[in-house]
């Protein structure tokens, strides 16, 4: 979850703050950082620093910032997405500072320079981190992309200046790897190769973030004749940050995702979310026949153009079977692996990287064990120092003998709701101050309906004894008729959707708004065989 600090006495700055989403368990719930490592050694950052948008370096911020309430420095393109999600929790935005790839800034005894390095997303930057004597580069993920689509290759010569460096801070991710990762120009190449090769329509499924390939991807759809549409809230979202920061001045105008019955099927192009069969993203929804106004069948084809990400085999295998179901042609990274590359350095990479920094230590950070031990290998047959193989919670001291283990600190998971929001004006949070007007308990449970909107299932849970007199039976018709009309694509969406519907509604009919708890649960429809 990327969440990594660094101290000098008793000033410390955390560097990113990223969540995992939970496939293996119910509901997928968020799994992020455990502060209470931080708050038993007293530790509360004066700044948060972000090396790029990833979720896996963003996604915890909203969650975790409201205890910390510093500064937080974001190149552009991060700090957009940033203040998109805070928004959504009712968060404000001014403590989100943008800091331009290349610029450096003050933190108390830290000074901190933003290095630009190629990765799966514009502005990605490695950190050089600087206090009396010692210099750290904290690289973030990376890699030597000679053709990168969007931005430029990265400078031999902005690393050499800073050389050499006492530690690198380093991603292990592809260390195992011999050779050289693919460049994004190859991968530009190769989709539109198998994008005219296809007969029927065809949709390309990776990740939003990865706004080269969705450019490529674009581009490839107009040389080869077809238009363009987007399909997920995360693509439609990113490519809307990405447009307004000048990113994708020269893709193909879009077209809604309802006027593409009209367009034959050889002039079709989607750009989906959903490839790593997340239940209820836009290839998921094609898979199962429930997108309302778009079907795929006998001579489309689906592109993945994303490996798959440890732990989402099983969803991504049923998400491929439903497709092969309806008579899809696949193309994904067994069959075409030339259709995806890796935003991770592999073993030329680190060597040419370290030869230009010339670092003393290396720390190999990201990754399992097995890509950190053989990071470790390649470090010392170059030279590097690196002695220790970091887990979670452990507390490392550099000085003028190196790396020392000070101390490890389990780290328990951390599991939020992905449901989970910021208290809002009347809204209260389990464990908050019990409200002097009352408090009133909401439960439901619901699935989504054919036409994108959701409908209840079972009965309503409202406890509202403390609040006063409230009409339940014209409460739930009204609330069965606000889910049939709202448009969310998630739980977490419908939440935020219903929250001020709610809010009005019992303005309304109440002498006083009470604190509201409310918990939605996701269930599947019950089918005919059920309900005998």
């Given at each position: 979850m990327?969440l990594?600090?660094?101290?000098?006495?008793?000033?410390?700055?955390?560097?990113?703050?990223?969540?995992?989403?939970?496939q293996?368990?119910?509901?997928?719930p968020?799994?992020?950082?455990?502060?209470?490592?931080?708050?038993?050694?007293?530790?509360?950052?004066?700044a948060?620093?972000?090396?790029?948008?990833?979720?896996?370096?963003?996604?915890?911020?909203?969650?975790?910032?409201?205890?910390?309430?510093?500064?937080?420095?974001?190149?552009?393109?991060?700090?957009?997405?940033?203040r998109?999600?805070?928004?959504?929790?009712?968060?404000?935005?001014?403590?989100?500072?943008?800091?331009?790839?290349?610029e450096?800034?003050?933190?108390?005894?830290?000074?901190?320079?933003?290095?630009?390095?190629?990765?799966?997303?514009?502005?990605?930057?490695?950190?050089l981190?600087?206090?009396?004597?010692?210099?750290?580069?904290?690289?973030?993920?990376?890699?030597?992309?000679?053709?990168?689509?969007?931005?430029?290759?990265?400078?031999?010569?902005?690393?050499?200046?800073?050389?050499?460096?006492?530690?690198?801070?380093?991603?292990?991710?592809?260390?195992?790897?011999?050779?050289?990762?693919?460049?994004?120009?190859?991968?530009?190449?190769?989709?539109?190769?198998?994008?005219?090769?296809?007969?029927?329509?065809?949709?390309v499924?990776?990740?939003?973030?990865?706004?080269?390939?969705?450019?490529?991807?674009?581009r490839?759809?107009?040389?080869?004749?077809?238009?363009?549409?987007?399909?997920?809230?995360?693509?439609?979202?990113?490519?809307?940050?990405?447009?307004?920061?000048?990113?994708?001045d020269?893709?193909?105008?879009?077209?809604?995702?309802?006027?593409?019955?009209y367009?034959?099927?050889k002039?079709?192009?989607?750009i989906?979310t959903?490839?790593?069969?997340?239940?209820?993203?836009?290839?998921?929804?094609?898979?199962?026949?429930?997108h309302?106004?778009?079907?795929?069948?006998?001579?489309?084809?689906?592109?993945?153009?994303?490996?798959?990400?440890?732990?989402n085999?099983?969803?991504?295998?049923?998400?491929?079977?439903?497709?092969?179901?309806?008579?899809?042609?696949?193309?994904?990274?067994?069959?075409?692996?030339?259709?995806?590359?890796?935003?991770?350095?592999?073993?030329?990479?680190l060597?040419?990287?370290?030869g230009?920094?010339?670092?003393?230590?290396?720390?190999?950070?990201?990754?399992?064990?097995?890509?950190?031990?053989?990071?470790?290998?390649?470090?010392?047959?170059?030279?590097?120092?690196?002695?220790?193989?970091?887990?979670?919670?452990?507390?490392?001291?550099?000085?003028?003998?190196?790396?020392?283990?000070?101390?490890?600190?389990?780290?328990?998971?951390?599991?939020?709701?992905?449901?989970?929001?910021?208290?809002?004006p009347?809204?209260?949070?389990?464990?908050?101050?019990?409200?002097?007007?009352?408090?009133?308990?909401?439960?439901?449970?619901?699935?989504?309906?054919?036409?994108?909107?959701?409908?209840?299932?079972?009965?309503?849970?409202?406890?509202?004894?403390?609040?006063?007199?409230l009409?339940?039976?014209?409460?739930?018709d009204?609330?069965?008729?606000?889910?049939?009309?709202?448009?969310?694509?998630?739980?977490?969406?419908?939440?935020?959707?219903?929250?001020?519907?709610?809010?009005?509604?019992?303005?309304?009919?109440?002498?006083?708004?009470?604190?509201?708890?409310?918990?939605?649960?996701?269930?599947?429809?019950?089918?005919?065989?059920?309900?005998?």
């Amino acid at each position: 979850m990327n969440l990594s600090l660094y101290g000098v006495e008793s000033h410390w700055i955390a560097v990113d703050c990223g969540m995992m989403i939970r496939q293996d368990l119910p509901d997928s719930p968020l799994q992020v950082p455990n502060l209470d490592t931080l708050e038993t050694l007293g530790i509360t950052p004066r700044a948060l620093i972000i090396t790029h948008g990833h979720e896996d370096h963003i996604g915890a911020a909203a969650w975790l910032w409201p205890q910390w309430g510093c500064p937080i420095h974001a190149t552009p393109l991060a700090a957009g997405l940033l203040r998109l999600k805070f928004a959504e929790r009712g968060l404000a935005t001014d403590a989100i500072r943008v800091i331009e790839p290349g610029e450096a800034l003050e933190c108390g005894p830290f000074t901190l320079r933003y290095l630009p390095l190629t990765h799966s997303i514009p502005e990605s930057c490695a950190l050089l981190v600087a206090t009396g004597d010692h210099r750290v580069l904290h690289t973030g993920d990376w890699k030597l992309d000679p053709e990168p689509l969007i931005g430029a290759p990265v400078s031999a010569s902005t690393f050499r200046a800073i050389a050499p460096v006492d530690l690198v801070v380093g991603d292990s991710t592809n260390a195992p790897l011999p050779g050289h990762s693919r460049s994004e120009g190859e991968v530009a190449v190769a989709l539109e190769h198998a994008i005219a090769r296809c007969e029927g329509r065809v949709v390309v499924s990776c990740f939003a973030s990865n706004l080269a390939r969705v450019l490529a991807i674009g581009r490839a759809a107009q040389r080869c004749g077809r238009r363009v549409s987007l399909m997920g809230r995360s693509m439609e979202r990113m490519v809307r940050v990405a447009r307004g920061l000048g990113y994708l001045d020269d893709f193909p105008p879009l077209v809604p995702v309802s006027d593409l019955g009209y367009l034959p099927a050889k002039e079709v192009l989607v750009i989906a979310t959903g490839s790593q069969g997340e239940p209820r993203a836009a290839l998921q929804r094609l898979a199962r026949g429930r997108h309302p106004t778009f079907e795929l069948g006998h001579g489309d084809s689906v592109i993945f153009s994303a490996k798959a990400i440890p732990g989402n085999e099983l969803l991504i295998q049923r998400l491929k079977a439903g497709l092969e179901h309806l008579g899809v042609a696949l193309l994904d990274e067994f069959n075409h692996p030339e259709l995806h590359a890796s935003g991770h350095p592999a073993q030329d990479e680190l060597r040419t990287f370290y030869g230009w920094v010339k670092p003393g230590h290396l720390l190999p950070v990201h990754g399992e064990p097995r890509h950190q031990q053989a990071h470790q290998a390649l470090a010392e047959t170059l030279g590097i120092r690196a002695p220790l193989i970091p887990t979670n919670g452990d507390l490392i001291r550099l000085d003028g003998d190196g790396l020392t283990l000070e101390a490890r600190h389990p780290q328990p998971p951390c599991i939020v709701s992905q449901n989970a929001v910021a208290p809002l004006p009347g809204l209260g949070a389990e464990g908050g101050p019990r409200s002097r007007h009352g408090s009133l308990y909401l439960a439901l449970s619901v699935t989504a309906t054919e036409a994108r909107g959701w409908t209840r299932i079972g009965r309503l849970m409202l406890d509202a004894s403390d609040t006063g007199r409230l009409d339940e039976d014209a409460f739930t018709d009204w609330l069965d008729m606000q889910l049939l009309e709202l448009r969310a694509e998630t739980l977490a969406e419908l939440r935020l959707a219903l929250q001020p519907k709610l809010l009005a509604w019992f303005a309304d009919h109440l002498r006083r708004i009470p604190a509201i708890h409310l918990q939605i649960l996701a269930v599947e429809a019950p089918s005919l065989s059920d309900l005998d």
